[in-house]
């Protein structure tokens, strides 16, 4: 992408599954902090989330507008602030490597079990590759086309001459593995050799932010780098 162009000028497509109008008027008003009137593709109302992600998928990199520069796969219950947001955006625009930009948040104890969990929703493998959730994840919209219809093993199909026909992410056992949605995206991209990067600011999950008590996914001491929200 050519630097010449300035980060407010970049087109940008927000997209994700929304469990309902409620969490579709949440994920709204968060991509409303990156413009009045934001273009946008919500999955609204499924309980299914991996092929939500999948027909999402499948439907923004055949449909989305030519013009597109960056696409921001958001969640509706994950909330980075307005300059974090134009970080991320930017982040992915205009790094020369063109990574897949994660941004972190605080993982919900599940329904039901009291306490907290204290991890954020990603680890990192060396140096350089993320593997986590797809709460906040931006990249230029020439990798979303590619990594959802490229490579030797695309993560949807679209058939040319009729609706949309989906190998939804996968969710089960890889080299003895057990990989949600998100994780097989993750293990997709590396496959591809796409390089991804953590945003150095975890945003919110819902009423949840990141403090100094949080750790990896892993289990690992919290990256020093990342900035915690000790609010």
């Known amino acids: 992408m050519s630097t010449e162009k300035k980060l407010r000028d970049l087109n940008v497509v927000f997209v994700g599954p929304c469990r309902d109008r409620e969490a579709e008027k949440r994920a709204e008003a968060t991509a409303r902090q990156w413009s009045p009137e934001p273009v946008t593709c ?83 493998l060396g140096d350089s590759q993320v593997w986590g959730g797809l709460g906040c994840v931006a990249m230029t919209a020439d990798r979303f086309r590619f990594v959802h219809l490229g490579g030797a093993q695309p993560l949807v199909r679209v058939h040319p001459r009729l609706p949309h026909s989906a190998a939804p992410y996968r969710v089960g056992v890889y080299d003895d593995q057990w990989l949600s949605e998100d994780l097989y995206f993750c293990r997709v991209l590396h496959q591809l050799r796409v390089p991804t990067v953590l945003y150095p600011r975890c945003s919110a999950h819902g009423a949840v932010k990141v403090t100094s008590r949080f750790k990896m996914l892993d289990g690992a001491p919290l990256v020093s780098s990342l900035i915690v929200d000790e609010g």
Request: aromatic share 8%.
């Open 42 to 124: 919500w999955y609204t109302g499924s309980s299914e989330i991996a092929s939500a992600r999948c027909c999402l998928g499948a439907s923004v990199a055949s449909h989305m507008p030519p013009n597109t520069d960056v696409v921001v796969m958001l969640d509706d219950d994950v909330r980075p602030s307005p300059v974090d947001l134009m970080g991320i955006i930017g982040r992915a625009a205009f790094d020369p490597t063109s990574p897949v930009v994660f941004s972190s948040y605080a993982l919900r104890t599940p329904p039901g079990l009291e306490g907290n969990d204290d991890r954020i929703a990603h680890y990192l």
